[in-house]
């Protein structure tokens, strides 16, 4: 799998390319719509989600304002408990911490449960340059491993790739693909049953994130379906867990309030088929967790950006937005796709490239995407924010310092609107130059015979 | 500067005069259920595990149907007698294994495994295609809240509900694919 980071082109242009893909349209809207069906049902069913949601929001931003004191209690708990914790500022010093851990071990192999943190920073690419091999568990990471491609969807990466590129996939990379597979998708996930056992009962050392992490107890939690994650977390003589710093939560009962909120969001279940916690070295496993900033403490510092850092990796959002469902995964060029993508991938990673300060723009501002976050993101607001603060095109700063003008005094406005009457005839469907590119997705409105004021006077005066 | 340094002094700088957080804890602790067994079978069955309700005198030759021609693991502490026992090193070989558990969750038909010594460790319940778990009415909780309350966190916890399942392939729901594919539960009343 390839790293997003340096991918070329903006949101509008990949955007474009995509909803090209008839085949990709389809499987997007057949999942995204299938997913929040599910979704509205079991949050329905019970009459607190709106409390629960409340609390969820509470407990994010109060972990998020003693960060620096939970994460020291996190670390004392998970060294009492026989754990190893690590500090990463970035990717860089993330993937050398991982990659020495691996190495101290002298394996070559690692097996990986999906996690977000180390996607971000591109881990399974950096332990290939230096010889170590990263097996993806998870079906859907499987496939896009195999497929050498994106992820596309935060919950069901694959969710692009329809049976039969499945299938071609399968057989084409995965060197114990029975010749008979069919499409099937039962033949499909027990030919990767089969491929992946003797690898799990083999690998000794494991690598994961975790969904949350306990403060007061330094637990760690995974939630999952499939049982890969179990199998990771389990078996191997040695895990380590790359966890991002937000991912805190105070006390061990604060996860009654999670544990409702993220299954209910993510797929739609009122629990997820498995979730496994652990406390620091567990049934005689050594322990190792990475905690990872990565530009965390940026997003923290900016008093409207900070809330995307309550995000629990659900993917509502995703799957109600309508940008999302048309444009698809990739467009967002970042592990982050969707509404949150397009708050957080720019926050972590800075508005400097073309693809980052496009993003706040991939949104219609709908609000869709806040009214299902489970812990209550205001992601339209954080959105404008965001434009707000990108560099904008010489053309748009003038044609703005232009209707500041003219907007300030009552006069100059109907100046220009009487001069737009007139020469109504003149105005062009499509605006010449850089300002085209308004015009090319947009009807210019009609410029009426006269202005409401010019119409109030008249009718006033009659 | 060490990464751990830098990183607490950037927390404290980015969260410097930001508003203190109260939590409202308004939603439901205790969520009263006229008839928690019914309720907690009804949910499990809903993940298409199989689930039997019956009162504990009937538990032991249910046990002893169900698992006939498996070979199964017994953890130490459970009471209950198969025919086929197989020792914890032929775990790979092993058709199934029978457990208790330390909380159910009727509200969402979760089972909940704590290492404890009806149980063992976490890859007997993950390795074997089979599990069948018998839990007690009084086990049964009707919340997460209570769960969460009742349970420990120091030890190693496999909160399963339902079959492992994956979605991942056009969003198909397919039963099994690392863990066990058949997950059977009995209610002893």
Redesign the interface.
């Known amino acids: 799998m390839s790293v997003f980071i340096g991918m070329p082109g903006d949101f509008p242009a990949n955007s474009a390319k995509a909803v090209q893909n008839s085949q990709l349209r389809f499987n997007l809207r057949k999942a995204t719509h299938t997913i929040r069906g599910k979704r509205a049902t079991v949050v329905g069913e019970l009459p607190d989600w709106a409390e629960l949601r409340a609390a969820g929001k509470a407990i994010k931003d109060h972990t998020l304002r003693h960060l620096d004191r939970y994460l020291v209690q996190l670390e004392e708990a998970v060294q009492r408990a026989g754990g190893q914790v690590h500090w990463a500022r970035d990717a860089a010093e993330a993937n050398r911490i991982v990659t020495d851990l691996v190495r101290q071990t002298g394996e070559t192999e690692v097996v990986k449960v999906k996690s977000m943190a180390t996607q971000e920073i591109g881990l399974n690419e950096h332990l290939a340059e230096h010889g170590i091999t990263a097996y993806e568990t998870d079906l859907a990471e499987l496939i896009v491993q195999l497929g050498d491609d994106f992820p596309s969807h935060i919950l069901v990466p694959a969710i692009h790739r329809n049976r039969s590129e499945i299938r071609e996939i399968f057989l084409a990379k995965m060197g114990d693909a029975p010749a008979d597979l069919t499409d099937e998708p039962a033949a499909l996930a027990e030919a990767a049953r089969l491929h992946l056992r003797e690898r799990f009962l083999r690998s000794k050392v494991a690598i994961s994130g975790a969904n949350f992490m306990i403060a007061e107890t330094g637990t760690c939690v995974v939630l999952e379906s499939e049982g890969n994650g179990r199998m990771c977390l389990t078996l191997p003589e040695t895990l380590i867990s790359v966890v991002g710093i937000e991912k805190l939560l105070p006390t061990w009962r604060d996860l009654e309030v999670f544990l409702q909120l993220l299954p209910r969001s993510s797929t739609g279940e009122r629990m997820n088929p498995y979730t496994s916690t652990w406390t620091g070295s567990t049934e005689g496993q050594t322990f190792h967790l990475v905690l990872l900033d990565n530009g965390r403490t940026n997003v923290l510092a900016d008093e409207v950006g900070r809330q995307a850092l309550r995000c629990i990796r659900c993917s509502a959002c995703l799957n109600v937005c309508p940008v999302y469902e048309r444009a698809g995964g990739h467009a967002y060029g970042s592990v982050y796709p969707g509404p949150i993508g397009a708050i957080l991938t720019p926050q972590l990673r800075g508005l400097g490239s073309d693809l980052d300060a496009s993003l706040p723009y991939a949104s219609t501002l709908c609000g869709a995407c806040f009214e299902v976050c489970p812990v209550a993101i205001d992601i339209p607001e954080v959105l404008v924010d965001l434009r707000a603060k990108v560099a904008h095109p010489r053309a748009e700063r003038a044609g703005m310092r232009v209707a500041g003008w003219v907007l300030a005094k009552e006069v100059r406005l109907a100046k220009a609107q009487r001069l737009a009457s007139r020469f109504r005839k003149l105005v062009p469907k499509r605006l010449p130059g850089p300002l085209s590119a308004w015009t090319d997705t947009r009807d210019l409105p009609d410029i009426p015979k006269e202005s409401f004021r010019e119409w109030w006077a008249r009718n006033e005066r009659a | 500067m ?3 340094k ?3 002094d ?6 410097e005069g ?12 205790t969520i009263p259920h006229d008839d928690l067994v019914a309720h907690f079978a009804e ?1 499990v069955d ?2 298409r595990a199989i689930v039997h309700v019956l009162p504990s005198a009937e538990v032991p030759a249910l046990v002893a149907k169900v698992t006939e021609g498996r070979r199964m693991i017994v953890p130490e502490g459970v009471t209950l007698a198969v025919a086929q026992v197989v020792p914890e090193d032929e775990l ?1 070989t092993a058709d199934g294994v029978l457990t208790g558990c330390a909380v159910a ?1 009727a ?4 089972i909940v495994l704590d ?1 404890g010594p009806d149980q063992g ?3 007997l319940t ?1 390795v074997p295609d089979y599990h069948l778990c018998v839990v007690r009415a009084d086990q049964i909780v009707s919340g ?2 209570e769960a ?2 009742r349970l420990d ?20 729901r ?1 039963e ?5 594919r058949t997950l059977e539960v009995i209610v002893s009343t």
């Open positions: 060490s990464a751990r830098e990183i607490l950037k927390v404290r700088k980015a969260v930001a508003p203190e957080v109260e939590i409202p804890r308004d939603y439901r602790t949910r809903d993940y790979l969750i509200e969402t038909g979760t290492a460790r976490r890859a993950l997460v809240p969460v309350a966190p120091s030890r190693p916890l496999t909160w399963i509900s339902g079959p492992s399942a994956t979605s991942d392939i056009e969003l198909n397919v099994g694919v690392h863990g066990p």
